[in-house]
Nanobody, 126 residues
Framework: QVQLVESGGGLVQAGGSLRLSCAAS????????MGWFRQAPGKEREFVAA????????YYADSVKGRFTISRDNAKNTVSLRMNSLKPEDTAVYYCAGRGRGGALPDADPDKYDYWGQGTQVTVSS
């Protein structure tokens, strides 16, 4: 079983930056596609970014493309999300997710992910 723990959330002004981290334990996630999703109050959970098992392939939601960067360090069993030029509409709980066996590629469908963290709150003030 894989446990995912997010960190790095907080309160930031519009235009600022944050770096979210996701630490995996229980087993290596080095062969899994990994992703970040977010959920704002009263809204559905939505895809943010995903990365392939090797880190060579990434995929972003249009709303964050050019502002957010997903990366991973398989030696440390971690995944990160660098968020720049933050906007108030980026305010949400951010979740790290892992695809599990058979899922090495990035994917925007949350149903393709087997493992989820508890989430970290990101609040962007205007």
């Amino acid at each position: 079983q894989v446990q995912l723990v997010e960190s790095g959330g907080g309160l930031v002004q519009a235009g600022g930056s944050l770096r979210l981290s996701c630490a995996a334990s229980g087993r290596t996630v080095s062969t899994y596609g990994m992703g970040w999703f977010r959920q704002a109050p009263g809204k559905e959970r939505e895809f943010v970014a995903a990365v392939s098992w090797s880190g060579a392939s990434t995929y972003y939601a249009d709303s964050v493309k050019g502002r957010f960067t997903i990366s991973r360090d398989n030696a440390k069993n971690t995944v990160s999300l660098r968020m720049n030029s933050l906007k108030p509409e980026d305010t949400a709980v951010y979740y790290c997710a892992g695809r599990g066996r058979g899922g090495a590629l990035p994917d925007a469908d949350p149903d393709k992910y087997d493992y989820w963290g508890q989430g970290t709150q990101v609040t962007v003030s205007s």
